[in-house]
């Protein structure tokens, strides 16, 4: 069965940090860009962050920068978040697919069905 599966999500305080994992089943993930969104309550979805396949070239939204780190192995990919806000509240989707369109993934191939975080005090 091809999959995505995303972990990590869960409750915060505002400050804190969390690291989300993103893993495949029924295909090679190192074949793909990876792609991290997300989808806040009422918003639309927004592409958060894109990682090539070498891991080498990375791009990140600007409410993002400086405090998520995209980074990926052979075996799956992370998004490692620090300095939460309660605006980063949203379900987060790991995707793979053709290319980095600066921080969005372009021509998605797989999605995973979301982990919430919650930054809450």
């Known amino acids: 069965q091809v999959q995505l599966v995303e972990s990590g999500g869960g409750l915060v305080q505002p400050g804190g940090s969390l690291r989300l994992s993103c893993t495949a089943s029924?295909?090679?993930?190192?074949?793909?860009?990876i792609g991290w969104f997300r989808q806040a309550p009422g918003k639309e979805r927004e592409g958060v962050t894109c990682?090539?396949?070498?891991?080498?070239n990375t791009y990140y939204a600007d409410s993002v920068k400086g405090r998520f780190t995209v980074s990926r192995d052979a075996a799956a990919a992370y998004l490692q978040m620090g300095s939460l806000k309660p605006e980063d509240t949203a379900v987060y989707y790991c995707?793979?697919?053709?290319?980095?369109?600066?921080?969005?993934?372009?021509?998605?191939?797989?999605w995973g069905k979301g982990t919430l975080v919650t930054v809450t005090s």
């Open positions: 990682v090539s396949r070498t891991g080498i």
């Open positions: 029924g295909f090679t993930l190192d074949h793909y860009v």
């Open positions: 995707a793979a697919g053709s290319y980095c369109n600066g921080e969005e993934l372009a021509g998605v191939n797989y």
